[in-house]
């Protein structure tokens, strides 16, 4: 009994000696964990992180707008890969656009007529509101294959559209450190 009361009172007079809030040093662990500060990069949307650096890897013009495409397809409710992946089928990722008109889509472009944005993010917020309002709520397409007939002349379109965001989710799974930081 008396050495668990000295054990007890040894712990009392430790614990005070000690601070109470013990925190980590900043890079305490060298390279086996990097913490994330909340100013940093790895504070933003992992969406916008992959996309970023998927876009990045085919140097498209899009990479930058990469935060407008995620906030978009959440505003439209369509999956974050979509409008991204009709850019790459439709003009690689945006190099190869008519002249002038910051439509990396293929909207509203047949024959001579061609529809002109006066920014890739107007572009963007355009596609993924004409997506949702036009072809989902409009016409009641309820899948890319349906899309596609709509959207598209090719019957191939849809499945094309799928196979770059199969590319983006690929990305996503073969690069998890560039998709899945630490942070507290």
Known sequence: MKTKLLFILFIIIFAGIFPKDIKAMENSSASSAVFANTNDSFSEDIRVQVLRKFLQRYNSPLAPFAKTFVESADEN??????????SGLESTFGQQIPSNSYN???WGVYGNNV???ASWEEGIKTISKGLRERYIKNWGAANIYEIGAMY???????QRVTYFMGKIEEFKLQNPRDSLPITI
Do not use: C, M, Q
């Open 152 to 158: 598209a002349a090719s019957p191939t379109w849809a």
């Open 115 to 117: 529809i002109r944005f």
């Open 104 to 106: 990396a889509w293929g």
């Open 77 to 86: 409710n369509l999956d974050w890969k979509f409008v991204a992946a009709i």
